[in-house]
């Protein structure tokens, strides 16, 4: 079947009629089941060789995970179900080429990051960057909860009105370059390792790092005069 022929359920619209298989590797980068590891380098190689069913078992297997990243970096429902289809479309596509260096979880990560930094750029050059992003549960989070540089003076109390705290984040998000923004979200909001995010953006640890440290500088400043 032709990739661009395939769809996947959207994870808005509820449960998969198949069970999930049981997870591999979560996104803080916890350890693997050596058993499981092998069950889905199994399916993989199936699905390299042509099943369907076992590529839709991957599917299963990081289907949720995949929506909710990328939910998280573009802080918009209908953008996270374009890039979770498109995802794995690519996945589909490019299967062949997977030489098992990496796990499918890096693999796929890495496709959808890409995907939003993508996304992230356009939007950039557009001045559309969302002013609130979203936490694990999907809730509004407030950045200056993630930036913060632990002065005796700060106040977590203080309570900001929506408007003026949506304007100062968007000005904030507006001075990272997308992949300091896109490092930035991965770490704080996703909780994923530096090493993880180096190698899902193609890039070290301690470059990973660096950019970090240069996004959190940023919003510090921009955000200096909330506090």
């Given at each position: 079947?032709?990739?661009?022929?395939?769809?996947?359920?959207?994870?808005?619209?509820?449960?998969?009629?198949?069970?999930s298989p049981p997870?591999?590797?979560?996104?803080?980068?916890?350890?693997?089941?050596?058993?499981?590891?092998?069950?889905?380098?199994?399916?993989?190689?199936?699905?390299?060789?042509?099943?369907?069913?076992?590529f839709d078992a991957l599917v299963r297997q990081y289907d949720q995970a995949v929506l909710r990243l990328a939910l998280h970096l573009t802080g918009s429902e209908q953008d996270a179900e374009d890039i979770h289809q498109e995802a794995f479309l690519k996945a589909y596509r490019y299967l062949g080429n997977f030489r098992f260096e990496c796990s499918f979880y890096t693999w796929i990560y890495r496709i959808v990051t890409?995907?939003?930094?993508?996304?992230?750029?356009?939007?950039?050059?557009?001045r559309e960057d969302q002013a609130v992003m979203i936490d694990a549960s999907g809730e509004e989070m407030d950045l200056l909860n993630n930036?913060?540089?632990?002065?005796?003076?700060?106040?977590?109390d203080r309570e900001l009105s929506r408007k003026l705290l949506g304007e100062k984040?968007?000005?904030?998000?507006?001075?990272?370059?997308?992949?300091?923004r896109m490092?930035?979200?991965?770490?704080?909001?996703?909780?994923?390792?530096?090493?993880?995010?180096?190698?899902?953006?193609?890039?070290?640890?301690e470059t990973a790092k660096n950019t970090l440290f240069r996004a959190t500088r940023k919003l510090r400043a921009n955000l200096a005069e909330l506090r």
């Open positions: 079947m032709p990739a661009d022929a395939l769809r996947f359920a959207s994870p808005f619209s509820g449960p998969s009629a198949a069970s997870k591999i590797q979560s996104s803080r980068g916890m350890a693997i089941d050596p058993q499981a590891r092998a069950s889905e380098m199994e399916l993989i190689r199936e699905a390299q060789q042509g099943s369907r069913a076992a890409n995907l939003c930094l993508d996304l992230l750029r356009r939007r950039k050059s557009r930036v913060s540089d632990d002065r005796a003076s700060a106040n977590p984040i968007r000005e904030a998000l507006d001075q990272l370059t997308p992949r300091e490092v930035f979200e991965l770490k704080h909001f996703q909780g994923l390792k530096l090493r993880t995010i180096g190698e899902m953006l193609h890039t070290t640890e």
